[in-house]
């Protein structure tokens, strides 16, 4: 009788586990980019989704969703003009991460926006 309980108590923690309780999202794909030094500076990019990633001279292009985002010396362009932030020259270390549809721009470990996308 007591194996029979055990059994039956692990069979149920285990379809639990299989069937994803309450609270588990879908797997999502990330795409992560990060540059060694470009002119004394780290970029890196974390993007929901699928995200093709290029360097043209001195810009950084990622693309993905419908979305381009150009990352320049002093400015992260969004999607052409539609957006124009600037990014402080002096900075070392640049990330960007766009997750739940949401821009999130940060130099030096400081967030300087945070804007649907």
Known sequence: MKNTIVRTLHLVAVTALLAGGPGCGAYQRTSRMTTGSTDGRELTAVIDGRASFKKDGDDHI???GGHKLVVRKEWLVVDGEKGLFGIPPEARKVEI???????TLSADGANLIKTPI
């Open 62 to 64: 990622i693309t993905f």
């Open 97 to 103: 991460k766009v997750a739940r549809g949401i821009l």
